[in-house]
């Protein structure tokens, strides 16, 4: 019964791997979805005023990239 288990076991994590993996190709007309802006990995221009509303918020920017410290002193 544990040489079974095992063996499945073995095997599913073989396999598994295989049937999850999804490599296709893109066809031409199916491209232009692709360099669509909201598939940039950049922030977007909705995240760009959220960060800036925020980082006035808060009285400093943190880690989205721009100067550390300031603030209310409370790190």
Do not use: H, W
Request: glycine share 10%; charged share 25%.
């Amino acid at each position: 019964m544990k040489k079974s288990l095992k063996a499945l076991a073995a095997s599913s994590v073989l396999f598994i791997p295989v049937l999850v993996t999804s490599c296709t190709t893109v066809k031409e007309y199916q491209k232009n979805k692709l360099n669509d802006a909201e598939m940039v990995l950049t922030n977007r221009k909705v995240e760009k005023t959220e960060l800036n509303f925020q980082s006035y918020r808060e009285g400093s920017s943190g880690a989205n990239g721009g100067k550390n410290g300031g603030g209310c002193g409370c790190n």
